[in-house]
């Protein structure tokens, strides 16, 4: 596709530019004499009345060529994009049927901050001062060399008002200096981690695997407490080893985890990896991103975003937690990040190890049938034993009315505490009630131009939409019908039984961890050290406590509402239950005190419980894979959704019919919609949804892509396809 000028372009060569923008494909223009370009290089180029920057994509010799194109307009000081991050950008728009230009604006988001400013350093003049005193004698020594002003203080041992004094005087300078190497290289040889025989036999497997330099996947599976961390450390250590400018990439599902692995590399390789997440400055990013272009940053530990960075030599990639939903992107360009990862492994050559105490049954398939090596560690590290896990069958020994806690579940959390024990109370709601609703006249409170319920916030006096982000102080009278004080809570968020708790146990030391009480990573950081330190007695936490957190003194897990998961038309529902329930309970114990975990359910006959309480994770995966298999659900079939939506119902609706008319006619391939969204309107928009569901020897994106070139839709209408979707609302 061109973009006219009067420009001649037949004696200079044509550059194919990719741009992070929702077109179909890149645009053409002219290289400027003596530019040199090369594929990869991040350009700005002129789109309509703008400057854009893009990727040059592709080269081309403009001899014969009889269109007018736009020159390049500058090449940007920016290191070029790999070829191996163009060819998975590239590989990821195929694969979710998007455009090209949806991952490419993941790629390039760290360019798009700003360079870190030089380091602004004192150093001691020659002139030294009118009148010398001790403190300041002290200060010129410790300036013989360049040194930041809050250094000098001290190691001076002085105010900052005698620095300001001697730079008043011309005592001291300032000088501007490049900041020193912000990501000091690991040293695989450092001590490591005294290992288990079944660790160590699992560490020299994945060792066996980064020496061969190629391709492969591996499911690291073991019990929670097992070690996991400590043997793909090692695997790291022989990538990094083996080979001077090898990168290591490694995926977390939450930043709340991201400190406590960032700790164990520091400690590991003697330096701490580079982080890459949504709560790293702009100018950390772009520091990030230039390192890992030019190969001087040789581990990054992220979230699932990291995946597209430029990565000059990528040889291993270690994604943590694999099954954690927390990896499915759902606005924007949808993606889902353990699949990606693979394919990332499979562009660069290198080996892929996905780790979990509960893998998907996608993951556990793929090692079952052979795709993967599949490394198993059954016990947990040192002298720490499983916990206990109990089921409390709340149909016979049910919480009074208006509370939560069973008098089991109580009795147990005061006999901890007499121990001088932690407990934690998982519940996976935020906010202190699901549904505000009015007395009289029924009104469900709901967010404004959305079908979903506005959540009770307690602390902060608000009605919150999780959805929307629509909040509003919490009215006294009903928007409905005007009755005062008649707006009540229903139902049980952390907040809730936070207070339950703290009015059983007055003098215990409580917390809530959730999104909403540690929503950064220096937030949840400070809630995990206080945890580990003993400095609370009870925790009450959503999932943001349920994986990967090593408490020493935490003994006891209560589940408030076990069930909570199993609600709803999802198809993994009861794997996601069963994964959830499985990981928090496997906070308890992780040390030398035994652990238990009980677990509050109206349904303790079904099998997500049983398996739970019985620790039979392979009866539970067996029984799971038949139903799907029976059914040709994933793994044994593929999924898409294809959501419409539109302000405009009617519209909306015919749309949506001409778009089923238009569905290609294929072999495997069924079509289950239109049909109203469960979440039928979400800001203003109406929404249908289409179900696809295909046999695994369809290429289902092929299909998908078919599909939408056939459908017209007018331009108050918008498509979306969710490739092996996790939402189903």
């Not at 799907?628 to 044994?636: D, E, I, K, S, T």
């Not at 039928?680 to 695994?696: H, I, N, P, T, Y």
Request: with cysteine; charged share 20%; net charge positive.
């Amino acid at each position: 596709m061109g973009c006219d000028n009067d420009n001649a372009a037949s004696d200079r060569r044509i550059v194919s530019v990719l741009m992070p923008l929702p077109l179909p494909e890149p645009f053409d223009y002219v290289e400027q004499p003596g530019m040199r370009l090369s594929e990869g290089d991040l350009v700005g180029v002129p789109l309509g009345p703008r400057v854009v920057v893009g990727v040059v994509s592709g080269l081309r010799n403009a001899s014969g060529a009889n269109r007018p194109l736009k020159a390049v307009a500058a090449r940007l000081d920016a290191p070029p994009v790999p070829a191996g991050t163009l060819a998975f950008v590239r590989w990821a728009a195929r694969y979710a049927v998007d455009a090209p230009g949806a991952p490419l604006a993941i790629a390039l988001r760290g360019i798009s901050g700003p360079r870190a400013r030089p380091e602004r350093r004192l150093l001691a003049a020659a002139v030294p001062p009118v009148r010398e005193t001790p403190g300041r004698r002290r200060v010129l020594q410790a300036a013989a060399i360049p040194i930041p002003r809050a250094a000098l203080a001290r190691a001076a041992g002085v105010s900052d008002s005698v620095i300001k004094g001697l730079l008043d005087l011309g005592a001291l300078t300032i000088v501007e200096t490049d900041r020193s190497n912000p990501f000091p290289p690991p040293d695989p040889g450092r001590p490591r981690a005294a290992l288990n025989p079944s660790q160590a036999a699992a560490a020299a497997e994945l060792a066996a695997m980064v020496s061969e330099h190629r391709f492969g996947t591996a499911l690291l599976d073991g019990v929670t407490g097992s070690g996991k961390t400590e043997v793909y450390l090692e695997a790291a250590a022989a990538a990094i080893q083996s080979d001077p400018v090898a990168q290591v990439l490694v995926l977390l599902p939450e930043i709340a985890l991201t400190q406590a692995v960032i700790d164990r590399f520091a400690i590991r390789f003697g330096a701490a990896p580079a982080e890459w997440h949504s709560g790293v400055s702009s100018v950390r990013r772009r520091e990030v991103w230039e390192a890992v272009a030019l190969g001087q940053v040789r581990i990054v530990v992220g979230a699932r975003s990291a995946l597209f960075l430029p990565f000059a030599q990528l040889r291993l990639i270690v994604v943590d937690e694999e099954h954690d939903g927390s990896y499915k992107q759902e606005d924007g360009f949808i993606y889902q990040a353990r699949d990606l990862a693979v394919a990332r492994a499979k562009i660069a050559d290198c080996p892929v190890i996905l780790a979990s105490a509960t893998p998907s049954l996608e993951t556990l398939w793929n090692a079952q049938t052979g795709r993967y090596r599949w490394l198993r560690l059954m016990g947990r590290h040192g002298a720490a034993a499983m916990p206990a896990v109990e089921l409390l069958d709340l149909r016979e020994a049910s919480p009074e009315p208006g509370h939560w806690l069973s008098p089991r579940l109580t009795a147990a959390m005061a006999e901890t505490l007499a121990r001088g024990e932690q407990s934690l109370l998982f519940l996976n709601r935020r906010g202190y009630a699901p549904l505000v609703l009015c007395r009289v006249c029924g009104e469900r409170m709901k967010a404004p131009d959305s079908d979903s319920w506005l959540v009770e916030h307690r602390y902060s006096g608000r009605l919150v939409c999780h959805l929307t982000g629509f909040s509003m102080a919490k009215p006294r009278c009903c928007p409905r019908c005007g009755a005062q004080d008649s707006l009540v809570s229903i139902g049980p968020g952390v907040e809730r039984v936070e207070e339950e708790a703290r009015l059983k146990f007055p003098s215990a030391r409580l917390a809530v961890f959730s999104s909403d009480t540690a929503p950064t990573a220096a937030g949840a950081r400070a809630m995990v050290e206080a945890m580990a330190k003993g400095e609370y007695d009870i925790m009450v936490a959503t999932q943001a406590a349920a994986k990967g957190h090593n408490f020493p003194g935490l003994t006891l897990v209560g589940v408030v509402d076990a069930d909570l998961g199993l609600r709803g038309g999802d198809l993994r529902a009861a794997e996601r239950t069963y994964q959830l329930l499985t990981q928090v309970c496997g906070r308890a114990g992780r040390y030398d005190r035994p652990g238990r975990a009980l677990v509050q359910t109206w349904i303790p006959d079904h099998p997500v419980m049983q398996a739970i309480a019985a620790g039979d994770r392979d009866g539970f995966i067996a029984v799971e894979l038949s139903e799907r298999q029976a059914v040709g659900l994933p793994p044994f079939g593929r999924l898409a959704a294809v959501i419409l939506s539109g302000s405009d119902p009617q519209q909306l609706d015919q749309f949506a019919r001409a778009a089923a008319c238009a569905a290609p006619n294929g072999e495997g391939v069924r079509v289950f919609g239109p049909a109203d969204a469960p979440l039928a309107m979400v800001r203003g928009l109406r929404r249908k949804r289409f179900l696809v569901q295909a046999d695994r020897s369809v290429d289902l994106q092929a299909f998908l892509e078919t599909w939408r070139s056939r459908m017209s839709p007018p331009s108050r209408i918008r498509i979306c396809i969710d490739v092996d979707p996790y939402s189903f609302l």
